[in-house]
């Protein structure tokens, strides 16, 4: 087998066994889209962004971006409001329960990954880590 069938194989085990191809739930099994899951993720992370700025984070169009700023303000976990140094411009920020959100999906996300890092024997945890960097740089670069 093929090198490329190889790392083929090998994503889509990964992005299925970890959950990924459920759009509904999260990897650590929260009830909300993954792209909600990231957008609060980045908002409670760095705070008020530029609705542009959460695009590119997310590596999503800007339709896409503004689709899903509506669903987490219909939620009730964000709000648009004016950029002070742009009158055309718009920030998205967590509202309180955006932020209770946040956290809430930070603790379950930290239960899994801790849960998944103790299987991985402590001698290669350092290499695991790495090579998932290559592969995320390499993907980066394309």
């Known amino acids: 087998m093929s090198e490329e069938m190889q790392l083929l ?3 889509a085990r990964f992005v299925r066994a970890f959950g990924l191809h459920q759009p509904d739930q999260t990897p650590c099994g929260q009830p909300i889209p993954v792209s909600e899951a990231h957008a609060l993720g980045e908002l409670a992370r760095d705070g008020a ?30 709000e648009r409001t004016p950029a002070p140094d742009d009158g055309r411009g718009v920030l998205v920020q967590l509202t309180p329960q955006g932020v209770n959100a946040a956290e809430q999906l930070a603790k379950a996300r930290a239960k899994r990954f801790s849960a998944i890092l103790d299987r991985v024997p402590e001698g290669e945890r350092a290499d695991v880590l790495r090579a998932l960097t290559i592969l995320t740089e390499a993907i980066d670069e394309t």
Do not use: Y
């Open 9 to 11: 194989e090998t994503v």
């Open 49 to 78: 962004l530029r609705q542009s700025d959460l695009a590119h984070r997310l590596r999503l169009e800007k339709s896409s971006t503004s689709r899903l700023v509506t669903q987490l303000i219909n939620r009730g976990w964000a």
